[in-house]
């Protein structure tokens, strides 16, 4: 983005020339979508000026627009409105510390599961319990990724590797740690060889402590419009227009004590476990005895009180909740920093007989966490289903589960990562692979279930694949219908027809998570089980059966391996590329669009949520400039970026949103959103955003992947959706189109003449100094007459 110069809002509350009924300017705010795009892009001008933010994201206009509010009668004598851009991309896509974020991957997700709860009426406890339970799963999380820099840097490198004499020689770098390269040196004893090793983890928990923090700060303290407080019970549809959704800071810094706390105490554990146990079997010195069983009490306190505390509170939503809990923000990780300090002097003691034979102790530490990752999803799935049957939604994505299957896929994702990581290092630290004990059996089985899950996985895409076929060859009809009068192109027939057949397989992405998060939670038991059972790698424990059991036992184990691994490499290949190059530090940013919306209730380590700055920002420019001009406003707003803007004219002041037209285009406000988040975007609350703003239109395109339909029930959906538009706007070259037309799909809306006509026709129903008389509103159908809910 070029530097374009600040200036203040034209017309402030002083100025007499910007008072209400002064003037008749419209105003259309733009809002761009994912992936972002430039000022110059969006007013098709390249001399934009500031008018309000910072470089993070900011408000522009045309140079020749910039006062516009102070010229009489300008607003009468353009053809259309005065266009404002809002740029937010730079929120997503930033500097080079953004490749981080590849870390956060599976906290990400599992935020997301705490979004994605069904709609219900009343249940008020069970929506907590559902809420607690996905607060719950990221927290095994945390633990699990910290167990698996553990397994890394203490149990492979510094117990495993440097106990080893050839591993230990391959690898110089460890040889201080060894006792044969360094003839019995003073860090060579097994316990000050995990407390070096265990600087890894800790720091890797500081790490994820001070990118939290650093966001906390940017992001989650950005104050939304002040508001009266609204009860606990309002009757919403929506819990998106309550005066504390957007400002999460109290729970965010509460959750990030936890967490942080938790990722100390699991470093604690994984250090002071295996020298409580030597010496409770060495039979020690008595008061060392005592001072490890005590400290391993102090670490299951902590732990108590970690869970107390994820578990303690929830989101603060009807008001702004601007405490903070201080005190145990502070004294929280401080405590497991002072335990984990005492568990690495105690781990140092001198026991001049221990020797590291084998496996770390501990290493079921896995296992027990894979179990109680399985049983909350099993009860998280119990209580969305609960929820859903009192208010069913047969458009929400798997009837309800879509919260619990994206939270089994955060656990799949966790339990990849920190095992491809022990894999890798396992094998590169081993070189032979036959000196080294490696990672823990389990790591082993959960590697091995991938190749058949990628299996499941490609005879549905095969069989999408093929549904996507049919159906191209079934709209070739229905083209050759839409352009009757251009003489016929089969082949130009055939990439329309078959761009609509891919856009739908948008709506088919709920039955490709629902079989892999299926097959994921059925494969890991089975993993688990096996591991438990037999307590050896597949191939070993298949050494008796049949040949073919044994070969396939074998093949899973290897290429899983090698998937694993290849699936480790290119995510550091795509992290150090996205730390270096702009452009792929852009596509990361386009996920992070999708998966960072809604504010952090679940994972305090989960990349930022850029709405909480995003959303105030709109709702601030449309509040102040509707009440300091007395004008008419369209909030304009493009896939992503209709989110945004319905998000924001949610939190406006009543007599606001009347003011506010709303033209949503490639908008995912149904598609994705209202089935994947019910409990917020769902019949019900859009329904409202119908009401509550003066007047919606929608437009969207049968070729466009992600925007489609509000399909509002009743008579209000046509009021809200424009027919679909054509795409192409021409079949083959004609006057007003002599070279051929491309297939825009989700991009270039307003290319098409309908957008200036719907943008016209909505000005035209907006009053300047106050809002149109509400005119009766279509009947919306039973959803929309009872429209309450406890979302």
Not at 62 to 70: G, I, N, P, S
Not at 166 to 192: I, N
Not at 425 to 437: E, F, I, N, Q
Request: charged share 20%.
């Amino acid at each position: 983005m070029e530097h374009a110069q600040e200036h203040a809002p034209a017309g402030g509350p002083d100025d007499p020339a910007a008072r209400p009924g002064d003037t008749g300017t419209a105003l259309e705010l733009l809002v761009h979508g994912v992936g972002g795009t430039t000022p110059q892009e969006m007013l098709n001008d390249p001399r934009t000026e500031r008018i309000t933010g910072d470089g993070t994201a900011a408000v522009f206009r045309r140079a020749d627009d910039v006062d516009a509010e102070t010229r009489p009668g300008a607003g009468r004598r353009r053809d259309g409105p005065v266009p404002e851009a809002y740029v937010w991309c730079n929120l997503t896509s930033g500097n080079g510390t953004r490749a981080l974020w590849l870390l956060l991957l599976p906290f990400m997700v599992v935020n997301l599961a705490h979004w994605m709860r069904p709609t219900t009426r009343g249940r008020r406890r069970t929506v907590r319990l559902y809420g607690l339970l996905v607060r719950l799963a990221g927290l095994t999380l945390t633990v699990l990724l910290v167990a698996g820099a553990c397994e890394v840097a203490l149990d492979l490198a510094a117990w495993q590797c440097a106990g080893t004499r050839g591993c230990a020689e391959r690898h110089s770098w460890l040889g201080f740690l060894s006792p044969t390269v360094s003839d019995d040196g003073w860090w060579s004893r097994p316990g000050r060889r995990l407390a070096v090793a265990a600087l890894v983890p800790t720091a890797l928990t500081g790490l994820l402590w001070y990118l939290s923090l650093r966001t906390w700060s940017a992001y989650e303290s950005q104050q939304p419009l002040t508001r009266a407080p609204q009860p606990e019970e309002d009757g919403a549809n929506t819990a998106l227009g309550r005066p504390g959704f957007w400002y999460g800071r109290r729970l965010v810094a509460r959750l990030r004590a936890a967490h942080t706390a938790a990722g100390l105490l699991t470093v604690a554990a994984a250090v002071g476990t295996a020298a409580v146990r030597y010496d409770i079997e060495a039979g020690g010195p008595p008061t060392r005895t005592a001072l490890g069983l005590l400290l391993a009490a102090a670490l299951a306190a902590g732990a108590v009180a970690v869970v107390w505390v994820v578990c303690r509170r929830g989101r603060t939503e009807n008001r702004l909740d601007r405490e903070l809990d201080e005190h145990l923000v502070r004294r929280l990780p401080l405590a497991a920093l002072l335990l984990l300090a005492l568990t690495l002097v105690y781990a140092g003691w001198d026991r001049p007989g221990w020797r590291s034979a084998g496996r770390l102790p501990g290493d079921a530490a896995f296992g027990a966490l894979a179990l109680l990752q399985g049983l909350v999803v099993v009860v998280l799935a119990v209580v969305a289903r609960v929820l859903y049957r009192t208010r069913p939604d047969p458009r929400a994505a798997l009837r309800g589960l879509g919260g619990p299957a994206v939270a089994m896929l955060a656990c799949a994702l966790g339990g990849v990562m920190s095992g491809g990581v022990a894999q890798r290092v396992s094998d590169w630290l081993d070189g032979t692979g036959a000196s080294l004990p490696g990672p823990p059996v389990l790591l082993t089985w959960q590697a091995s279930v991938i190749p058949p899950l990628l299996g499941v996985l490609l005879v549905l895409c095969a069989l999408l694949a093929r549904r996507a076929w049919r159906l191209a060859r079934a709209e070739r009809a229905a083209v050759a219908r839409e352009y009757p009068d251009e003489a016929g192109d089969p082949g130009r027939t055939r990439r329309i027809a078959s761009a609509r057949a891919m856009a739908t397989l948008t709506d088919r992405a709920p039955l490709l998570l629902g079989v892999t998060s299926a097959a994921t939670l059925l494969l890991g038991a089975g993993a688990l089980v096996g591991a438990l059972a037999t307590e050896r790698t597949p191939g070993e424990a298949t050494d008796d059966a049949h040949d073919v059991l044994h070969g396939a036992a074998e093949t899973a184990e290897a290429l899983g391996s090698w998937l694993i691994g290849l699936g480790f490499i290119l995510f550091v290949t795509w992290g150090r590329r996205a730390y270096k190059d702009a452009s792929a530090r852009r596509t990361i940013g386009i996920l992070w669009d999708v998966g960072t919306f809604w504010p952090r209730a679940a994972h305090p380590f989960a990349p930022p949520c850029y709405a909480e700055r995003a959303v105030p920002d709109l709702t601030w420019r449309m509040a102040t400039w509707t009440r300091v001009t007395g004008g008419r406003l369209v909030i304009s707003g493009h896939s992503q970026g209709s989110v945004l803007a319905a998000a924001a004219a949610w939190q406006l002041p009543p007599a606001a949103r009347k003011r506010v037209a709303l033209l949503t285009y490639g908008s995912p406000l149904e598609r994705l959103y209202g089935r994947w988040f019910p409990a917020h975007f769902g019949p019900a609350a859009l329904i409202s955003l119908h009401h509550d703003v003066d007047c919606w239109r929608n437009l969207y395109r049968l070729t466009d992947p992600i925007g489609g339909p509000v399909r509002l029930p009743g008579d209000c959906g046509p009021e809200v959706d424009h027919e679909p538009l054509k795409d192409p706007l021409a079949f083959g070259r004609t006057e007003l189109h002599p070279l051929p037309a491309p297939i825009l799909g989700h991009s270039d809306y307003q290319a098409d003449p309908a957008f200036a006509e719907e943008r016209r026709r909505l000005l035209a129903r907006l009053r300047p100094d106050v809002p149109t008389p509400r005119r009766a509103r279509p009947d919306c159908g039973p959803q929309g007459s009872s429209g309450r809910s406890s979302a």
